[in-house]
């Protein structure tokens, strides 16, 4: 039988199919019974579930993430979707097709990287052509780079996410570059490819994407910054060092782009560049977020449901 994306399912429907289970939690109702609170996903998207009158046992044996054969019915709960289920039982990972369950970007990857390196290609300062260089020599991490996401939730959340939002702010980039010309194309360039390189260090994503454990310690801030350093001391080894003004102009696009530190930014931008790094990157993301949730609405309103990372409901009719 063929799988019923999450995307498809209407409320009132029979539900007797696999997901992906995420972040299970073991709760009390008022009254003191258990009740399990948890994600079911896969491809097109997540729902809520819900399953009533729980055990310690039943929870213990959900997989943190895995998959499971769902039975039960998908109900509106304040105005969202979500499944009430009745029984649940744990599938093995090698018995899925994992094409069903792990979203990936709908662009061409190849042509993708094939731009991304003819973009970089472009940087003129000859120390920033070797740091990136190094970049591009390392067959792993560039296979890396091509099929990591670009996040867990918020933006690009999908395999090859991270490529595509890189390819995405370099072609935004170029065409506004021309327009400001005490910018430094070179190091916004760079900054651009290697502003979250270390995503492929922080983010797993063999099963379900999560974070890998130096990611939860380090985050990719730090481990883009710190891979850029060991490029550096590599070339530096081979008798051609980068001069450190260009180091800290580049790391500290890095440390900044992020914007704010709220947002879990260790500096502030200080330079154009950054600056500019920073809003492309800040563009991007919001875009992405913006029309993944406008897609993925199940209702008919002309409103989807109350975005809590955009603190908005989001208009979704189009003027043709």
Known sequence: MAHKFTNEIEPGETIDDIYMVKDPILRSTTRGDLYIAMFLSDRSGQLNGRMWQATEAVYQSLPKPGFVHIQGRSELYANNLQIIINNVSVVDAGKVCLEDFLARTDKDTKQMFKEVKRIVGGIKNSQLTALVGQFLADAELMEKFCNAPGGVKLHHNYLGGLLE????MLRVAVAILPLYKQVQTDLVLAGIFLHDIG???ELSYDM???????????????????????KADALAARGTPIDKPILDALGHI???HHGQYEFGSPKLPATAEAFMVYYI?????KINQVTAAIDNETSDSNWTSWQKPLETRLYRKRIE
């Open 199 to 201: 995503k492929t260090e």
């Open 165 to 168: 939002h890189t390819y995405n």
């Open 281 to 285: 990157d800040d563009l991007d993301a």
């Open 254 to 256: 890095i440390l900044s």
């Open 208 to 230: 379900a994407f999560s974070y890998t454990d130096s990611g939860q310690l380090l985050g990719h801030i730090t481990q883009s910054l710190l891979m850029i350093n060991k």
